[in-house]
């Protein structure tokens, strides 16, 4: 079946980076568009970042545009966030899911002095 798992997330200062990781199975990986999604408490979740399944193409939220990269490495079944000059704003669970397949079980990030 259907897994993803993400990792990396934890503590940070304001201004500081962390990458995260979503490791894929259970799908043929390499065709897959895959995204990011981030949660408040008691919001909904929202559009992070998406990378087509080549690589080529990515698309950003405006609010992480400029900050957050999004990267996959298709021998590895393996998508990457890479989140630099973090605000506290930046706070909340993330998510990577392939589209119609399945979501990850989630990573806190906590940006805070």
């Known amino acids: 079946q259907v897994q993803l798992v993400e990792s990396g997330g934890g503590l940070v200062q304001p201004g500081g980076s962390l990458r995260l990781s979503c490791a894929a199975s259970?799908?043929?990986?390499?065709?897959?568009?895959m995204r990011w999604y981030r949660q408040y408490p008691e919001k909904e979740r929202e559009f992070v970042a998406q990378i087509i399944s080549s690589g080529a193409l990515t698309y950003y939220a405006r609010s992480v545009q400029g900050r957050f990269t999004i990267s996959r490495d298709n021998t590895k079944n393996t998508i990457y966030l890479q989140m630099n000059n973090l605000f506290p704003e930046d706070t909340a669970v993330y998510y990577c899911?392939?589209?119609?397949?399945?979501w990850g079980q989630g990573t806190q990030v906590t940006v805070s002095s």
């Open positions: 899911t392939a589209p119609g397949r399945g």
């Open positions: 259970g799908f043929t990986f390499s065709t897959a568009t």
